[in-house]
């Protein structure tokens, strides 16, 4: 039985799973994890006989853990659509993400900086694969005019609940006696050890409201039968112009998009000497003002249309980029970081649900082309990453991997300028 559309409980129950994950996306791979992985991992590191900085290390941690989900996702969201079992996947990767997440806990020091570098990544890569199922739910849930409004409560919701974590995490931090912690430190660990359980919990809620899976009688060779339902998709993406032409701009700026969500702690750290405390505060202000962002965003969207909305933060997104290569005060880094968090929340909600627009109605293989979005944006991540470390590791300063993110947003406002998004709704 399919879900009903527009159905309040439902929608809640999506958006649930925005405010479980998304714990993970502030607290461990932006705001308080990189800042501890570089204070906890020696400043120079040998592997193979290279030499890393701890954040180059750092970068190209995330750049691998794309990579892997980059080459899993397809076929496993193939499998998935073809077998019925979105939310079967959907729950195996959100307990591996959420489980490497807690062993974080085991990282307490330059000695263990190992344990750290893996659990990370297999988080990453449970956390970015929940997320090719979740999106996938979006046009089976909503009609197309509801898009871009559940979209942002999605982003809201995580914003929301990801902050309120962070904020009880700080207050752990800041008052580490009272709970009869030996240090800070003591307080993230325990931090990391929530966000998993937070995850978990939160997720299984969510679960209950979402539709059940419509598993097939016949689930023989479920693999090939993925790599089919990819080659199928891929055949119609090529007589789809407009579809390829936004994956192609939504390559390049999720390339600096994400890098930068990634990285932003890091290069205030390094560059600008701001201390941990003020980095976190910074943080916490940036995820608020997203929850702005989202929604209004998605009103601008409303008055005029996707397009519009996407060219307006991707021009942003770029003339921070240029700022941050120039910013040599902390006064200058928090308008920038102010900046950042109204289009941060704004460019990836609108991304969302201007693809779902393009996605024709009635389209049941959902997750399959799903599949496609979520790999543009695992390799864009790669790229971003990966040109971000790659020049840090050459240059060691990290002010001319930001201009290599600028010219990738440059690039994707290009790629939309000529891109046909809004159609007639049927």
């Known amino acids: 039985m399919k879900a009903i559309m527009n159905d309040k409980k439902t929608i809640n129950a999506w958006a649930l799973f925005d405010w479980a994950n998304s714990a993970y996306a502030l607290v461990i791979s932006t705001a308080i994890f990189p800042i501890y992985f570089t204070a ?16 180059s290390l750092y970068t190209f941690a995330v750049s691998f853990s794309f990579i892997l989900i980059a080459f899993m996702s397809p076929i496993l969201s193939g499998i998935a659509d073809y077998s019925g079992r979105k939310k079967y996947f959907l729950k195996i990767f959100t307990i591996f993400g ?41 046009p089976e849930i909503v009609t197309e005019d509801k898009y871009d409004h559940v979209s942002a409560k999605g982003f809201a919701y995580g914003y929301i609940g990801s902050v309120l974590l ?3 995490i700080l207050f752990m931090a800041f008052k580490y006696e009272m709970f009869g912690f030996e240090s800070e430190k003591t307080s993230y660990r325990i931090g990391f050890l929530l966000v998993g359980v937070w995850w978990l919990f939160f997720g299984f809620i969510s679960f209950k409201g979402l539709p059940e899976d419509q598993r097939n009688e016949k689930q023989d060779d479920l693999i090939r039968k993925g790599f089919r339902e990819i080659k199928m998709v891929f055949g119609k993406l090529k ?20 890098t930068v969500i990634y990285v932003a702690s890091i290069f205030a750290q390094d560059e600008l000497g701001f201390e941990s405390t003020e980095l976190i505060l910074i943080i916490l202000l940036l995820q608020l003002v997203g929850i ?4 209004l965003f998605a009103y601008i969207s409303k008055i005029s249309n996707n397009k519009t909305s996407l060219i307006i933060t ?7 980029c240029v700022a941050a290569f120039f910013c040599a005060t902390k006064p ?15 460019i990836q909600s609108m991304s969302r649900s201007t693809y779902s627009k393009l996605l024709d109605e009635g389209e049941e293989d959902t997750t399959s082309y799903f599949s496609f979005y979520d790999v543009v944006y695992k390799v864009a991540v790669v790229l971003g990453t990966g ?20 010219l990738y947003f440059v690039i994707g406002l290009v790629l939309l300028l000529i891109t046909k998004i809004e159609r007639k709704v049927l």
Do not use: H
């Not at 991707?314 to 003339?319: D, P, Q």
């Open 314 to 320: 991707i021009v942003i997104w770029t003339l921070v």
């Open 98 to 138: 959420s489980l490497a997440c807690s062993a974080l806990w085991f990282f307490d020091g330059a000695g263990t900086y190992w344990i750290g570098t893996l659990g990370f990544i297999v988080a990453t890569v449970g956390f970015a694969g929940a997320l090719v199922f979740y999106n996938a739910y979006l």
């Open 239 to 258: 007589v789809r112009p407009n579809i390829k032409r936004f994956l192609a701009s939504f390559f390049f700026y999720s390339a600096g998009v994400q």
């Open 332 to 346: 200058q880094f928090y308008i920038i970081a102010a900046t950042v968090g109204l289009v941060m929340g704004g």
């Open 166 to 168: 962070l904020l009880f």
């Open 40 to 55: 906890n991992t020696p400043d120079i590191v040998t592997i193979g006989g290279l030499e890393f900085t701890n954040s």
């Open 292 to 295: 702005v962002g989202a929604f």
């Open 387 to 406: 040109s971000f470390a790659l020049v840090d590791y050459l240059t060691r300063d990290m002010r001319y991997s930001i201009l290599v993110l600028a």
